[in-house]
C-alpha cells in the first residue's frame, strides 16, 4: 500500500533571468513500511524532494499525497499540525535544543502537540537506541552518534508514519553510520514506520530496502 506519492512534482527556483529546475517532474510511490534511500549527487534535488515530501516548502506545481491527502493544498498552518502528527524529521546537524537535556529534548514534540507522553514507549526506545543512562545529559557531552540518536528518538516518540532523514549520518564516522543507521532500520521497522533518506554515500544507501536515484530533478532509474 502506498502511503506516500508525488505526482508530477515540480520545484523552480528563480533568480532574474535564470531559472533552476531543482526537481522537475518527478513521480514516485512508496509503501508503507518501506527503507528506501535517495541516492544524488550535490545539487541534485535531493534536498528539495525531501522539503516537498514533508511539507517544509510548496512545490511549483505537482502533488504530494501522503496517506490519500493532497497535502500540497494545505494551509500553512495546517501543515504545521500535520507534520507534527504525521512525520518524523532526522537532519544531519540533529537539531538539538542544547539548553535542554536528553530526556526533554525527546519528549519535545510530543509536548508541543500538547500530548501526554507515552512513558513506556519512551523507555523502550531510548533501551533500543541505548540512551538510558543518557537521559539527564545535555546534547553538548555527547558525542555526534549519541547526539542523532537523541534526534531519531525524538522522531520516533510522536510515532509518525514516515520518518524523513536528511544526511543523518553527514557528520559521523563510517562505523558511527553503520551503527546509527542499523538502529534507525531495527527502530522503523519495529514501530511500523516509512523511512525515506537522503544520502550521497552509496555504501549507506545499500542499508535501505531500495534505492531512488535523481540527477538534475528527474528521477533516473
Ligand atoms: N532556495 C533556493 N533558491 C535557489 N536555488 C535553490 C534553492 N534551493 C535549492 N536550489 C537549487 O536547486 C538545486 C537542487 O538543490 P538541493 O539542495 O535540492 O540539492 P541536493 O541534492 O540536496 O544537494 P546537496 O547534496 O549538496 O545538499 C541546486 O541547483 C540548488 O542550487
Do not use: C, W
Not at 56 to 79: C, R
Not at 100 to 112: G, M, R, S, T
Not at 143 to 155: E, K, L, P
Not at 187 to 204: C, E, R, W
Amino acid at each position: 500500500m502506498s502511503i506516500l506519492q508525488t505526482v508530477d512534482l515540480k520545484k523552480y527556483y528563480q533568480q532574474g533571468e535564470t531559472v533552476t529546475k531543482a526537481l522537475d517532474g518527478v513521480s514516485l510511490e512508496i509503501n508503507a513500511g518501506e527503507f528506501v534511500s535517495v541516492v544524488g549527487t550535490s545539487g541534485s534535488g535531493k534536498s528539495t524532494l525531501l522539503h516537498m515530501m514533508g511539507g517544509l516548502d510548496s512545490p511549483t506545481s505537482g502533488k504530494v499525497i501522503i496517506n490519500g491527502e493532497d497535502i500540497s493544498q494545505k494551509s500553512a498552518e495546517q501543515l504545521t499540525v500535520f507534520r507534527r502528527r504525521h512525520i518524523g524529521f532526522v537532519f544531519q546537524n540533529y537539531n538539538l535544543v542544547p539548553v535542554l537535556n536528553v530526556y526533554e529534548n525527546i519528549v519535545l514534540p510530543v509536548q508541543l502537540d500538547g500530548k501526554k507522553v507515552d512513558e513506556q514507549l519512551l523507555a523502550e526506545i531510548v533501551g533500543v537506541l541505548g540512551l538510558k543512562d543518557k537521559l539527564e545529559n545535555v546534547p553538548n557531552n555527547l558525542s555526534g552518534g549519541q547526539q542523532q540518536r537523541v534526534s531519531i528518538a525524538r522522531a520516533l516518540l510522536t510515532k509518525p508514519e514516515i520518518i524523513l532523514a536528511d544526511e543523518p549520518t553527514g557528520n559521523l564516522d563510517s562505523k558511527t553510520s553503520q551503527d546509527v543507521l542499523s538502529l534507525l532500520k531495527v527502530t522503523s521497522m519495529k514501530f511500523h514506520q516509512t523511512v525515506v533518506m537522503i544520502t550521497h554515500n552509496d555504501a549507506i544507501a545499500q542499508l535501505a530496502d531500495r534505492i531512488i536515484r535523481i540527477e538534475d530533478g528527474k528521477i533516473t532509474n
